[in-house]
């Protein structure tokens, strides 16, 4: 079966950086992306990575090791808008399926 | 654009009746998907249709039924609700599977 692993829950302070780490055990990997998800809200498309290595968008980057089976979402320059759940899923079956994580709360504080 | 469009956004359920939950997209992508989301449990694949006139099981599929009516629209069906069905579902959508876009959700509860 598919499985990813993030952690729960991380607290960080307006301004300062993050990283929210993701591992796979998925047959057929395709790539790694991150989505964001307010309370409420529909989940939100951030970041995608086919190959190993760094991403960077904006504040936001996303890195993937393959070799590994790992990767993670790095945000930096906090603000209190970010205070969301962000998602890690592994594309298989040709990239056609995407297979999510738990997901980790992230809570901002000034 | 509208991007993925899904009706309706709350429906109350009793169990045993059925519905059927719409989504429509207009950005031509070929691939569309529904999953579920609950509590701590992130989202979850019920079914999806890698191209129009194919639909294929997800993770969780049991209970329901899907139609790829053609490009743009891609329903799912509750034949007979249960209160387990009680959830909230995302239709999504992608062009690559780069990166999905997901519609605004419905909210169920199947008492």
């Known amino acids: 079966g598919q499985s990813l692993e993030q952690p729960s829950e991380v607290t960080a302070v307006e301004g300062a950086i993050v990283q929210i780490n993701c591992t796979y055990q998925?047959?057929?990997?395709?790539?790694l992306s991150w989505y964001q998800q307010h309370d409420g809200g529909a989940p939100t498309f951030l970041s995608y990575?086919?190959?190993?290595g760094l991403e960077e968008t904006g504040r936001f980057s996303s890195f993937l090791s393959r070799s590994d089976s790992y990767g993670y979402l790095l945000l930096q320059e906090l603000q209190m808008k970010d205070s969301a759940s962000y998602f890690c899923?592994?594309?298989?079956?040709?990239?056609?399926?995407?297979?999510f994580g738990t997901g980790t709360q992230l809570k901002v504080e000034l | 654009n509208a991007g993925v469009t899904q009706t309706p956004k709350f429906q109350v359920l009793k169990t045993g009746q059925s519905m059927t939950l719409q989504c429509a997209q207009d950005?031509?992508?070929?691939?569309m998907y529904w999953y579920r989301q609950d509590p701590g449990m992130g989202l979850r694949l019920i079914y999806y249709?890698?191209?129009?006139?194919?639909?294929d099981k997800g993770e969780v599929p049991n209970g329901y039924n899907v139609s790829r009516l053609n490009k743009r629209e891609f329903s799912l069906r509750l034949e007979s609700a249960a209160p387990s069905q009680t959830s909230v579902y995302f239709c999504?959508?992608?062009?690559?599977?780069?990166?999905?876009?997901f519609g605004s959700g419905t909210r169920l509860t199947v008492v």
């Open positions: 899923a592994a594309g298989t079956g040709g990239g056609n399926k995407l297979t």
């Open positions: 950005m031509n992508h070929n691939s």
């Open positions: 990575n086919a190959l190993d």
């Open positions: 998925t047959s057929g990997f395709y790539g």
């Open positions: 999504a959508s992608t062009a690559s599977g780069r990166g999905y876009t």
């Open positions: 249709s890698a191209s129009e006139g194919t639909t």
